[in-house]
């Protein structure tokens, strides 16, 4: 993978079944191979068809559904540039935008996941993260479930938070996140780890920030471990998702801070878990109101 400005076409192919042995598509051009359901989808920066051939000639179960191009910004949504949330400043290692003063900057290399925050649920959260931090100066632990390419698990750490655990169901997340903990010099706060965050939220954690697919997050929160956490920062959901969300936080007596949308599509979710709403007094409360 490269830092270069990654301007130019994606080659994705789009595969039945999962890429047994990937050592021959590696070589020049070899951005990574996303892997999910039982398909892969791998990306180039270069026509590759001899390289994906090959693979699929020496796998039977392999099957070649798809090629596709499309632009690197076509691919990442409106395209991978800087930006500020708050006292956070994300810009790509490419970019020579100047860190506004006083603000904390992350380098961060997307490559083809989830993460570039040109998404708003992303943005929510960087913002959601630090309103959190703001209010409770104790959080140390931090759980990143669904990490993507880390963008929120360095967020984190950049506000002095740590140890981070970031963790992704996908390889090539995984392979993203840790090339940017490397590049910003997290590596002793931030560990990045493959696994299921359904499994991973029994980890001990102050701040549990979850970007997730509706089912994933519902099996987040209905997990042993979910409601021993401090605090929440739950995102990724629809208006209907974000109430049936809400409802099962109510359920498990976890208090519903704030509840924000920047667009009237996606929502965030701030919650207060029961031990912490128990141990906060009543003037860190009205701190927290008065807050919004
Ligand atoms: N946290 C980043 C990326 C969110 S995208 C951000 O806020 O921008 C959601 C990520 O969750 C994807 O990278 C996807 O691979 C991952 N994911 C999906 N299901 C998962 C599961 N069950 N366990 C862990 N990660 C999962």
């Not at 880390?150 to 090339?179: H, S």
């Not at 209907?240 to 979710?269: I, K, P, Y």
Request: aromatic share 8%; with cysteine; net charge negative.
């Amino acid at each position: 993978m490269t830092s270069a400005v990654p301007s130019d076409d994606l080659f994705i192919y789009y595969l039945a079944g999962r890429v047994a042995d990937p050592a021959p598509l590696h070589g020049p051009g070899f951005l990574g191979n996303w892997e999910e359901d039982g398909f892969s989808f791998l990306f180039f920066s270069a026509p590759s068809d001899d390289r994906v051939t090959a693979v699929v000639r020496a796998q039977p179960d392999l099957s070649l559904i798809d090629r596709y191009i499309m632009r690197y910004d076509e691919w990442q949504g409106d395209g991978v540039v800087a930006f500020g949330v708050g006292e956070l400043f994300v810009a790509p290692p490419w970019s020579d935008a100047a860190t506004p003063p006083g603000s904390r900057r992350i380098s961060l290399d997307p490559g083809v996941v989830f993460g570039a925050g040109t998404h708003p649920t992303t943005r929510e959260c960087l913002a959601a993260i630090q309103d959190v931090r703001a209010v409770d100066g104790r959080i140390g632990r931090v759980l990143d479930l669904g990490t993507g390419t880390g963008v929120l698990a360095l967020a984190a750490a950049a506000l002095g938070c740590g140890p981070v655990l970031a963790v992704d169901l996908n390889g090539l997340a995984v392979e993203t996140a840790r090339r940017n903990i490397r590049a910003n010099g997290m590596g002793a706060r931030v560990l990045a780890v493959q696994g299921r965050a359904e499994t991973l939220v029994a980890a001990e954690a102050d701040l549990l920030v979850a970007n997730l697919h509706h089912e994933v997050m519902m099996a987040v929160i209905a997990a042993a471990g979910f409601r021993r956490v401090r605090w929440f920062v739950l995102s990724g959901l629809l208006r209907s998702q974000a109430r049936e969300v809400a409802e099962s936080l109510a359920r498990l007596s976890v208090r519903l801070v704030d509840q924000r949308t920047e667009d009237g599509v996606w929502f965030t979710l701030i919650a207060q878990g029961p031990a912490s709403a128990a141990s906060a007094g009543a003037s860190r409360q009205r701190r927290w109101v008065a807050g919004f």
